[in-house]
């Protein structure tokens, strides 16, 4: 009853845009939840490494394997080529987890919390078109933009320091994920069309 009451006061969303949108909200909810879960599973992991004397890290068909607590986690070899003599186990696997949650879950947690408000701030207007919805999507732009060139990058160059205290290989081409900056710059491109659209909401409720 509720969401029927804010559909006709808004008049924003339609009986199939409430549908779509409680789908985006459940599908989000899920999401958030899945990192959250994983988040948690890394600290109890962080928290289980620091108290070992060491952690077993093993080599398998050219990547590596920590086994933790909670789950396993494996390292391609492009992160950390195979053969590599590892200083410290414990170490490096503090320090895995500790950068991957802060170059992957982390950012992600932030893009999704930006749909969160995207899909709040619609719900609660008469027009998508607002400049709360415009800064969102730029926000959410210009975060997998930073995933994209520098995530892979960060996560790379730490675990090879920890593992051996020397860089092997890394390299700003090669470490590009380019699917998410391409990403980034569609959904930059999005915010683009909301901020003319504010424009043009703008002139029409003057002209009203």
């Known amino acids: 009853m509720r969401r029927k009451r804010s559909v006709e006061i808004t008049g924003c969303l339609d009986e199939a845009g409430q549908t779509h949108y409680d789908t985006c909200e459940l599908f989000l ?7 959250i879960v994983r988040m948690i599973a890394g600290v109890v992991n962080i928290v ?3 108290l070992q004397p060491d952690v077993a890290i093993t080599e398998k068909g050219g990547y590596w394997v920590f086994d933790l607590l909670v789950g396993t986690s494996r390292i391609s070899p492009d992160y950390l080529p195979a ?31 930006y749909i969160r408000n ?8 008469h027009s998508p078109f607002v400049p709360e919805v ?19 990058l960060i996560l ?46 703008q002139f029409s409720d003057e002209t009203l």
């Open 29 to 35: 909810k899920f999401a958030i939840a899945i990192y």
């Open 48 to 50: 289980y490494a620091g």
């Open 83 to 113: 053969g590599t003599q590892i200083i410290d186990n414990r170490v490096l696997t503090i320090g895995f987890l500790l950068t991957a949650m802060a170059v992957n879950f982390t950012p992600m947690l932030f893009v999704m919390n």
């Open 118 to 125: 995207i899909l709040r701030t619609i719900d609660n207007s």
């Open 134 to 152: 415009v800064s969102n999507i730029r926000k959410a732009g210009r975060t997998l933009i930073l995933i994209g060139v520098f995530s892979k």
């Open 156 to 201: 790379k160059i730490m675990l090879q320091l920890l593992a051996c205290h020397s860089l092997y290989s890394f390299g700003i081409p090669d470490d590009l994920q380019l699917s998410w900056i391409f990403a980034g710059v569609i959904v930059l491109l999005v915010s683009d069309i909301f901020r003319r659209g504010c424009e043009l909401q």
